[in-house]
């Protein structure tokens, strides 16, 4: 039994070439699970690409998400705790247009806590 464990755009090419071959998306399923069995993509995924296909889209990247986090940069968020260092995770969130948990690990990464309400580095 061989190792190879398929990614995303190699199993995505095959889901185009039975897409021409014209096999359905549950048949391409079928024989996805059959060969590479727990690494093979789920049957809602190979319908999904199949109408993307359809639709003529064959670019085999994922399409950017609208609802990806925005990026910031660290100076944006230390400019932020100078201005008021009471400021809560959520808040700095809204600010920034991120979601809370991307503050909270960049808090930690800069070794920020929060201390009587206010937030510290601690290195």
């Not at 609208?66 to 809560?88: M, N």
Request: net charge positive; charged share 30%.
């Amino acid at each position: 039994m061989s190792n190879f464990v398929p990614n995303k755009p190699f199993l995505r090419g095959i889901l185009l070439h039975y897409f021409i071959q014209k096999k359905s998306a549950a048949e391409t399923h079928r024989i996805l699970v059959e060969t590479y069995g727990d690494h093979a993509l789920s049957e809602r995924t190979c319908r999904d690409w199949f109408n993307r296909f359809k639709n003529g889209d064959f670019n085999l990247q994922d399409r950017e998400r609208s609802g990806a986090s925005k990026k910031f940069r660290d100076e944006e968020l230390e400019t932020l705790l100078d201005e008021d260092p009471c400021q809560t995770q959520s808040d700095i969130a809204k600010l920034l247009g991120v979601d809370r948990t991307t503050v909270s690990k960049r808090l930690s990464a800069l070794g920020m806590i929060q201390k009587e309400r206010s937030w510290l580095r601690t290195n």
